[in-house]
């Protein structure tokens, strides 16, 4: 009998031992999904759609740093590294901004990838539903890989999910990149939906043509950056707000076209986070805006948009300005979203096509346009160069800190002129971020590829 | 022929030696008498008694008492019991004898808990050290982790910051992981405990420390498992090194021992940072401004104005903080049921204001025999921590940081004595916060609930098969409220985080549950048991689950309001997270000896983890050890003065598994985007995700001699730990930064050495205990030969540390300062690659934090009733990163931060020999452009320290003064830690480190708030 119960007991334990084991040993993830599940039901489309525009909104604040920061926009005025090399022209290729601003981009195009491999295998969803998420992810990846050309040069081309492929990629051409993003861009339009049925947080055939409006003024095809221009402009769907103010202060507003959204009182805010706008304008007053910018965007010219600014007298000391960059609020005030592509921009756009196309009549009213809506003196119709130097500055004015400055220089072949008189430190090598230190370390294909002067 | 009835017997479940053997033909008789103490005459229960040559014995009962039936003419008597001397009586014709048993002198005979088992120190093959109580019982330690402080050879433990409560690191035999964790398994009474941080919001590098809610009181012992062959039976979480902690029993006794503790005493800062006056920094930032072309008055700096107000920050910030602890305790119990009880409450303030730490703790362990084969204990530890802490380190609105910084020429308070905010034009703006406003405002305060619980079952088949099962649970309740009214930085400066205060409250429970089944079986043949073996066959589940909540809060319409619910503020953020993780262990161990003069070791340990993939999931974990007790042979017979002399040699393989969880899985985790929530790829897999391993090779010594005067032990060790936890980088054309992998391996050889001996031993009693240790940690292989730089960003260089190949682990970066020029005051630095600029290509390795010598050695003095403990500590070799230096010793990069006094030695004029270069402040310069403070080994400095640890002076109150009030024994004890300290680091504290815990970026002193002293008296009553 004791024999029984002992052995028993021991049974018994053992018994436990066993059955515990798959409890402990194997516990089910509950805050995160394994890939090969993913995108395998019909609801994971909506999800993975918010996953591809949050990745796309990652690229946003990027943009503004590169464009913005990199020119003579703003200085330097906290403790950040990044800032500081940017603020003070000495950008090296261990910079910051520029690792993230490569892996949010190659985050878009991962996404864009995934999504193009999975979802036509998911049948269960209707074709022209997968189609339209296809036609975006194309649209998204066509627009990392043009920012990509533009920031960094040739870069290395992704076609697939393949970890052991994308390692080991070596820097395509510019020239050919940009063909292929045109060619995404393109693709993509048949599929998306019609702006009206959409809210501009979300792709459709407007944003697509405003990104090949932008395309090709880069590219300087000036009749089709006008034709696209044309399009938006005439579309009636998007009309100027009254005032500059309400531009800055409003989310999703008349002129929008293209606009990363943040919900407001939610953990979905940009955060303090290195790269969150607010936080580097704003709360820790990273960058600041510089005095050669401060003459232009405070003068008569401006009008209404000096609102881009704001100062205050308490924080005027050593080499701080006491001014703050204004357009990107903190969640509580609600104007926390990044602006992409707005109807001004098209204005501007088919502005410089008109005036390099001759058309300087046409370049002036595009421009007047704006310049009525922010109370400021009318341009009158010079020459052409004037009318180009008149485009540039009315670039500052009105698309200041939405990242367009330095790509504006650099295409048009200004940046020497503009960033040495701006800094001595500046050298022909920042037209182009240097590719991050880290990937020409962890991609043997990129050994010895550094942009020159990094 | 006896061997063949002791088996019999043992099949039949009965004790042998109860049943008369019927062998001996001899006339034989009863025998009985009374075991005592010989220091106090207490009865001894539980002594062995027998017959030498023979299994006949009995124990005796709670009284001491004894009856020993069946004694043979001309016997011999043995009495035994652990920690005590053994005796042989010579029967003769006596019939009673009594008998009274002297302490061990010896620390061979001294039980050692070594994990699942225990063993006697004489017969380990493996690497071992124990810390008694006594050993920190004078010192008011807050937590285990600080009583092994310069105690145990081959371990170091180095205190962040004099925080109360605050983050310690322990590295048992250098680092070996570069990315998962370092620390030490710590088990206390069989489960393993919550380490590291509790409170979820870390406080600029600082953390809380979970270790301080255990009452180091109620610890019996620790034991420190170094080798192979101590810890394997660990497996897979042993490769750092094991903490055994062991809690006090109790004792069958005729009387119940009641003592209570008294300790009372203050805290202090050993030394402050020495900063410049109002005046004397006016007249440098003066000399600055001018050097760098600019006009001081337009700055505002005007002597006699500026410097009007003359602010000691550091003064402000701090003050003289009362300590105070509460002990009682009980322990008692008669030979079926013994107890132990305590309840304990301590309460240390902080040095800094406003910083507190109390903890209020009970605790009850049980022992009961239900028969003779079945018993059961209990122990129950139940404490419950309040922490009011303040912001430290490189935090910009810390309170010594801020402290450090601030300039004299402001105030903490306005005429009305009202405390400067944020916003007001009386204080310094942004970097700069009043600190004083900083540490009295807001509230952090962390409430932590702890329990150990376990209970536990063993019962004896036969006396040499037993089995033993033991449940335990490990709860930790954390719940941190937090508010920060509009007045503090956060909570008024920054609108994007605060803007009209800003309040956090968290919730977290982190939960232990662990079971072990262990079976033992110990045989013995042949003559004077010449072969003898143990067996242990055992297995564990260990299952943890984290369950934490978090809600903060900001636009409070007040500050009167400082909770979200009912205040109308803006709930900004929320979340809630569940994880947990488990492991399923086999493991088994056989020990041999033969002829108690070579031993024998063997174990394995059988891992399954849930942290890898399913066909990864088991690692395997073996080690073997050998001993060979030289002192027995017969060649050693003529030195006498050997009581032991054994060479151990163990080999063996132990793992670590603290990594992240689900980590071997590609994942797709939460994406936000318009409001929206989705799905986004987080983390990619790798299936073949595997242990970390560590080949460990042990070959050592020990000796006691003179009885017990002299005894050491010296240890060489080799450990390679290959297959790293560590990130394998990827580009980031991959859509991933990279994975979980395992690669790289990392070195660690040392060697320790440990002697104690008894130097008098008259009415005069001196006694020393000395040890000594030195690790040397190289990074053997990473995945490319690419150096990772970890650490803080610093000007001029990537960062402060790197991880390179031949390096060890907390390997500084930097530029070489060559000194400063005489001519024109500027630093010169290394131009490594001679092409006449310095940049970031000529940063080298400039040093490292691992020191090449640590140690600690303990003098004990008692006469008559007086006894004096001067306990030193010191490490030799690390170098120390003065991080803080690079504000506050600047060369004029900024006018916002106070200088220390080191700046007064600064290049002047042409011709002046110094090491501080000239000051020039150019407002609109980048730091870059600032040659003079770039980063270099200017900042790096000796970090080599002896301290005197503690002293305690005791006076034990005669007793016979004391019999008549009842009570046994009254102590009076005076004692004081970090009284004196030797060290050419010219920073406040050479014992620190910023990044609490951190590894790869140890040693860094960064505005980290220094190592405090504690004076206190204490009263121990006994009753």
Redesign the interface.
């Known amino acids: 009998m004791r024999f029984d119960l002992?052995y028993g007991f021991?049974t018994v334990?053992a018994l436990?031992?066993v059955s515990?084991?798959r409890?402990?040993?194997?516990?089910q993830?509950?805050?995160?999904?394994?890939?090969?599940i993913?995108l395998t039901t019909p609801e994971?489309v909506?999800?993975?759609?918010?996953?591809l525009?949050?990745?796309v909104?990652g690229t946003a604040p990027l943009t503004v740093v590169a464009g913005d920061l990199t020119a003579d926009m703003a200085?330097?005025n906290g403790?950040f590294?990044v800032y500081?090399e940017l603020?003070?022209k000495?950008i090296?290729s261990?910079n910051g901004a520029a690792?993230a601003f490569?892996?949010s981009l190659?985050?878009v195009?991962?996404?864009s990838n995934?999504i193009q491999e999975r979802l036509p295998r998911l049948t269960s969803v209707p074709q022209a539903q997968r189609n339209e998420l296809l036609a975006e992810a194309s649209l998204m990846e066509g627009y990392a890989y043009f920012l990509a050309a533009y920031t960094y040069g040739d870069v290395?081309f992704?076609t697939t999910?393949d970890?052991d492929a994308?390692?080991n990629?070596p820097r395509v051409p510019r020239a050919q990149v940009l063909d292929s993003a045109l060619r995404y861009m393109q693709r993509a339009i048949p599929n998306l939906p019609d702006s009206a049925s959409a809210i501009t947080?979300f792709a459709s055939k407007d944003v697509a043509n405003a990104m090949l409006a932008r395309f090709y003024l880069y590219n300087r095809n000036w009749q089709e950056a006008e034709n696209h221009a044309n399009r938006l402009i005439n579309a009636g769907r998007f009309r100027l707000e009254s005032s500059f103010e309400r531009v800055i202060t409003r989310e999703f507003d008349s002129e929008t076209i293209f606009e990363?959204?943040?919900?407001?009182?939610?953990?979905?805010d940009p955060g303090?986070s290195t790269f969150?706008l607010?936080?580097i304008f704003?709360?820790?007053?990273e960058v600041i805006p510089s005095n050669e910018f401060l003459l232009l965007i405070l003068s008569q010219e401006s009008g209404e948009r000096r609102l881009t600014v704001d100062f205050d007298f308490?924080?005027q000391?050593?080499?701080d300005n006491g001014f703050s960059v204004n357009k990107y609020s903190?969640?509580?005030q609600g104007f926390n979203n990044i602006t992409l592509f707005r109807l001004p921009e098209m204005y501007l756009i088919r502005a410089e096509a008109r005036a390099r196309q001759g058309n300087l009549t046409g370049a002036a009213a595009d421009v007047n346009v704006l310049r009525r809506r922010a109370r400021a003196p009318e341009l009158s119709v010079g020459n052409q160069a004037d009318m180009l130097t008149a485009i540039e500055r009315e670039r500052v004015y009105e698309l200041a800190f939405e990242g367009h400055r330095w790509y504006d220089l650099v295409r048009t072949g200004r940046a020497g002129a503009v960033m040495s008189a701006f800094s001595s430190n500046w050298r022909e090598a920042y037209e182009r971020w240097p590719v991050?230190q880290?990937?020409i370390?962890?991609?043997p294909a990129?050994r010895g590829q550094q942009n020159p002067g990094y | 022929m006896k061997i063949l009835l002791r088996f019999f017997l043992f099949s039949l479940f009965v004790l042998p030696a109860l049943f008369p053997t019927g062998l001996h033909a001899q006339q034989t008789r009863t025998i009985t008498g009374r075991v005592t103490q010989s220091e106090d005459s207490e009865p001894m229960p539980g002594v062995s008694v027998s017959i030498k040559g023979t299994t006949s014995g009995t124990l005796t009962d709670a009284g001491g008492n004894y009856s020993l039936p069946n004694v043979p003419e001309r016997a011999v008597l043995l009495f035994s019991f652990i920690g005590r001397q053994t005796q042989e009586v010579a029967t003769g014709n006596r019939a009673a004898i009594n008998v009274q048993l002297e302490p061990n002198v010896t620390e061979l005979t001294q039980v050692v808990v070594t994990g699942y088992t225990t063993t006697q120190r004489r017969d380990i093959t493996g690497s071992v050290a124990t810390i008694s109580s006594e050993k920190f019982k004078d010192i008011p330690v807050v937590g285990m982790d600080q009583a092994l402080q310069g105690q145990v050879a081959g371990v170091q433990v180095t205190q962040s910051s004099g925080t109360p409560g605050g983050g310690i690191t322990v590295r048992v035999r250098g680092a070996t992981s570069i990315n998962a964790s370092n620390r030490p398994l710590f088990i206390v009474d069989g489960i393993q405990v919550e380490d590291g941080a509790l409170a979820l919001r870390g406080f600029g590098g600082q953390n809380d420390n979970a270790f301080s809610a255990i009452n180091p009181n109620d610890i019996e012992s620790i034991e420190v498992l170094k080798d192979a062959a101590a810890k394997a039976l660990y497996g897979a979480r042993a490769a750092n090194g094991v903490v055994i902690v062991t809690t006090k029993r109790g004792k069958a006794g005729t009387r119940t021992r009641i003592e209570g503790d008294v300790q009372r005493g203050f805290i202090e800062m050993v030394r402050k940072p020495q900063m410049l006056n109002a005046t004397e920094l006016l007249e440098l930032q003066r000399e600055a401004i001018t050097n760098g072309g600019g006009d001081p008055e337009r700055q505002g700096l005007i002597p006699g104005v500026t410097n009007g107000v003359n602010t000691d920050w550091v003064d402000a910030v701090t003050r003289r903080a009362l300590y105070q602890q509460y002990q009682l305790s009980a322990r008692g119990g008669n030979e079926r049921t013994q107890f132990y009880t305590s309840i304990n409450y301590r309460d240390e303030e902080g040095v800094q204001l406003n910083n507190r730490f109390i903890r209020f703790s009970g605790t009850l362990n049980l022992d009961h025999k239900a028969s003779d084969k079945l018993s059961f204990g209990s122990n129950l530890m139940i404490s419950r921590l309040r922490n009011d802490r303040v912001k430290g380190d490189n935090f910009l609105d810390g309170v010594y940081s801020g402290a450090i910084k601030s300039l004299p020429f402001f105030s903490p308070y306005d005429e009305q004595g009202r405390l400067y905010g944020p916003n007001s034009g009386g204080y310094a703006g942004f970097p700069n916060f009043n600190p004083v406003a900083q540490a009295l405002l807001p509230r952090f305060q962390t409430f932590a609930t702890k329990i150990i619980g376990g209970l536990s079952a063993e019962y004896a088949f036969t006396r040499r098969l037993r089995f033993r099962t033991k449940a335990s649970v490990d709860f930790n309740g954390v719940t941190e409220d937090q508010f920060e009214p509009s007045s503090t930085a956060i909570g008024g400066f920054l609108p994007s985080v605060g803007g009209r205060g800003y309040g956090v409250y968290s919730n977290g429970t982190y939960i232990t549950l662990v079971n072990t089944n262990i079976l033992t079986y110990s045989y013995a043949i042949g003559e004077n048991e010449t072969h003898a073996f143990d067996f242990l066959l055992g297995n564990e589940l260990l299952q943890r689950t984290e369950r934490t909540a978090s809600v903060s809060g900001r636009l409070f319409p007040r500050d009167d309001f400082t909770y979200i619910s009912g205040s109308g503020a803006l709930v900004d953020e929320g979340g809630s997270f569940f994880i947990q993780n488990g492991l399923v262990s086999f493991f088994s161990e056989v020990k041999y000896k033969f002829k108690d003069k070579y031993l024998f070791g063997a174990t394995t340990r059988y891992d399954g983890s849930s942290r890898f993939g399913s066909g990864r999931r088991f690692g395997f974990f073996p080690s073997l050890s050998a001993g060979w007790r030289i002192s027995a042979e017969p060649f050693m017979e003529k030195y006498t003065f050997f009581d032991d002399l054994r060479l151990k040699a163990s080999y063996g393989f132990t793992g670590n598994e603290r990594i992240g969880d689900f980590q071997f899985l590609t994942q797709f985790g939460g994406a936000q985007y318009n409001g929206n929530s989705g799905l986004a790829p987080t983390v990619l897999g790798n299936s073949a995700l595997q242990w970390e391993r560590t080949r460990e090779i042990n070959v050592g010594i020990e000796a006691s001699l003179w009885s017990g005067r002299l005894s050491g032990t010296l240890d060489v060790y080799t450990n390679l730990t290959t297959s790293l936890l560590n990130t394998f980088p990827l580009p980031t054309t991959t859509g991933f930064g990279g994975f979980q992998g395992n690669i790289g391996s990392v070195s660690n050889r040392g060697i320790e050495f440990a002697v104690n001996s008894v130097n008098i031993d008259r009415l005069f009693k001196w006694r020393t205990s000395l040890n000594l240790s030195r690790n040397v940690n190289r990074v053997e292989s990473l995945s490319d030969t690419l150096p990772l730089f970890r650490g803080y960003t610093a000007t001029g260089i990537t960062t402060t540390n790197v991880i390179q190949v031949g390096q060890p682990l907390g390997t500084f970066w930097g530029l070489n300062f060559l000194g400063v020029d005489p001519a024109t005051g500027d630093a010169i630095y290394e131009d490594l690659d001679g092409n006449g600029t310095i940049t970031e290509d000529d940063a080298k390795v400039i040093g490292n934090a691992q020191p090449k010598l640590l140690g600690g050695i303990t003098n004990t003095f008692s006469w008559r009733n007086f006894d004096l403990s001067l306990f030193f500590q010191f490490s030799y070799g690390n170098k120390i990163l003065n991080f803080s230096n690079t504000s506050l010793l600047n060369a004029g990069q900024d006018i916002q931060t106070n200088q220390t006094r080191e700046a007064l030695r600064r290049w002047r004029r042409p011709g002046d020999i110094t090491d501080v270069p000239r000051y020039q402040f150019n407002p609109d310069r980048a730091e870059e452009d600032n040659p003079n403070n770039l980063h270099s080994s200017r900042f790096l400095e000796d970090g080599s320290f002896v301290r005197l640890k503690n002293i305690s002076l005791g006076y034990n109150l005669p007793k016979e003064w004391l019999t008549r009030f009842r009570v046994q024994s009254v102590r009076i004890l005076a004692s004081a830690t970090n009284l004196l300290t030797l060290t050419r680091y010219t920073g406040p504290d050479p014992e620190v480190s910023t990044l609490d815990g951190s590894t790869a970026a140890q040693g860094i002193d960064f505005f980290t708030f220094p190592q405090v002293r504690t004076m206190m008296v204490g009263l121990t009553v006994g009753f």
Not at chain 1, 282 to 285: E, L, T, V
Request: charged letters at 20%; a positive charge.
């Open positions: 002992k021991l334990v436990l031992a515990g084991c409890e402990v040993l194997e516990p993830p509950n805050n995160v999904l394994t890939a090969d993913v994971d909506p999800a993975v759609r918010v996953g525009y949050g990745a909104r200085t330097h403790t590294t500081n603020g003070n000495r090296t261990s690792s490569w892996g190659y985050q195009i991962y996404i995934f290395p992704v999910t970890v994308n390692r990629l947080a990363m959204g943040f919900g407001n009182t939610s953990n979905d303090t969150g607010n936080n704003i709360g820790r007053r308490s924080r000391r050593g080499s903190g969640p509580d991050p880290t990937e370390q962890r991609n990129l």
